[in-house]
């Protein structure tokens, strides 16, 4: 008899089904995203080697965004954040014969997504050397840049790579996974002083210095080597009900340490105004308050401080001009893909 073992993913949490004796199954459900295995017999298989339905990663505000980019014939762009290529697909399709594109991501998975098109150009790389790699190709304008920061749907729901407590695995939390240190590095070897501070600056945890405590205490005894050892080091300071919102602030905290993406997102929104020619447009999407601040500080600013500059005419006036609101998913798409649901997108226009 064929059994169905169907993973439900709603928003954080997994649940499995079995149902025997299903030979079609139809899911009549577009707010969940379905991972849905036929076997003959064998249940407890790994989910790593199941067939899997789950798409790379579904593109937040595809049109909102890409319509923002103000894609013009013979322009140049970016996109910082390839992940599973949606928006820079529909840039693609949006580009003349003359326009070029060059797409940016630091993990080696997305670039199994890649576009043969010869107007587009992958580039393996952390955004952060932005400016760099544009000189290496002899850009020196820009025309467009775009970035849906974070993680990838992908990142997040392969268990392996450590991003999510649904799963357990090796704390690695490494978009790029040449180089860096792992999320386990950092929980066996930081201090807890700069833990606590990593844990209330990235995932604004209140009980930031009784987590860190508890971390450094429990390693003691024995390293925490993974996503379900950390969970249960830790999961008896947040209370029942907010236990999984509070879990997925500290992964947060973790990812945002281990990956700098702090320090690589200024870098990279400073270059990216430099490159940007007047009338180009830096479109971003963000996911959390700390990422939004420092894009919302350099299109009102110049800078990702947010620091009101003065010259000797009065306050010298941002670099950026606001293209419309701060713009969030319909709820439609909020319904349809959970993931959209904490997104904001920015657009400015370079004066
Ligand atoms: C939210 S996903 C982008 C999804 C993409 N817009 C799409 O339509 O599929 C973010 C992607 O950016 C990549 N990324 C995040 N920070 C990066 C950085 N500093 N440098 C390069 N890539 C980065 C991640 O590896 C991930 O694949």
Not at 42 to 70: K, Q, R, S, W
Not at 170 to 177: E, Q, T, V
């Amino acid at each position: 008899m064929t059994r169905v073992a169907i993973f439900w993913y709603i928003g954080e949490d997994v649940r499995r089904d079995i149902v025997e004796g299903v030979e079609n199954f139809w899911i009549n459900n577009s707010m969940q995203m379905v991972k849905i295995c036929f076997e003959l017999c064998n249940f407890e298989a790994n989910m790593d080697t199941m067939d899997t339905n789950i798409p790379y990663h579904i593109p937040v505000m595809l049109h909102e965004t890409v319509d923002g980019m103000n894609v013009a014939p013979g322009g140049v762009y970016a996109d910082m954040t390839f992940g599973g290529g949606g928006h820079s697909r529909e840039i693609l399709r949006r580009m003349d014969a003359t326009a070029r594109l060059y797409s940016f991501d630091q993990d080696a998975d997305a670039e199994r997504n890649i576009v043969d098109d010869e107007r587009f150009t992958f580039v393996r790389s952390n955004f952060r050397y932005l400016r760099n790699w544009m000189r290496y190709h002899d850009v020196e304008q820009l025309d467009g840049v775009l970035a849906d920061l974070g993680v990838s749907s992908h990142q997040f729901d392969e268990g392996e790579l450590g991003f999510s407590f649904r799963f357990d695995a090796k704390l690695d939390m490494r978009m790029n996974r040449r180089d860096g240190l792992t999320a386990a590095d950092i929980v066996n070897t930081y201090d807890e002083e700069r833990l606590a501070e990593i844990f209330y600056l990235y995932g604004e945890l209140l009980n930031s210095r009784k987590l860190a405590s508890v971390i450094v205490k429990a390693r003691v005894q024995a390293p925490i080597e993974t996503t379900g050892q950390l969970y249960e080091t830790v999961k008896r300071l947040f209370g029942r009900d907010r236990e999984k919102k509070e879990m997925a602030k500290l992964f947060q905290a973790l990812r945002i340490e281990v990956n700098e993406e702090m320090e690589a997102l200024k870098e990279m929104l400073q270059s990216a105004t430099e490159l940007l020619r007047p009338g180009g447009r830096l479109v971003v999407l963000t996911y959390h308050s700390l990422e939004d601040r420092l894009v919302k500080n350099l299109m009102k600013t110049g800078n990702v401080e947010g620091k009101v500059e003065q010259d000797i005419y009065g306050t010298k006036p941002s670099p950026y001009r606001m293209v419309g609101k701060v713009a969030v998913a319909s709820r439609e798409e909020q319904e349809e893909n959970p993931r959209s649901r904490s997104a904001k997108l920015r657009i400015g226009e370079k004066r």
